[in-house]
């Protein structure tokens, strides 16, 4: 099990983003959680298997049909050991 921290960044807010990250999070079996950034990038941590979290962030790499993404920072973090994934709607401290 791995924790990835993701910043994706392009046009990625206001093309359903979040709402799609969750949705194949849900399917691949990755837990975390996806917000927006006030700079206009999206910010993902992300648990699980390596398989996993490849194929979660190839789907990254992409995005929605609507998202144009420019790029993805990618670091390994501390596992956190979330229950689900969650869409963040407001910036709360963790």
């Known amino acids: 099990m791995k924790h990835l921290n993701i910043i994706v960044r392009g046009k990625v807010q206001g093309v359903f983003f979040r709402a799609s990250t969750k949705a194949v999070a849900d399917q691949i079996g990755i837990k975390g959680f996806v917000k927006n950034e ?47 994934f969650e869409v963040v709607k407001k910036n709360l401290l963790w």
């Open 38 to 84: 006030k700079d206009g990038s999206v910010y993902i941590e992300a648990e699980g298997e390596d398989f996993m979290l490849d194929a979660f962030t190839d789907w990254c790499r992409e995005g929605p049909d609507r998202s144009e993404v420019e790029g993805l920072e990618i670091s390994s973090g501390e596992l956190r050991n979330f229950r689900n």
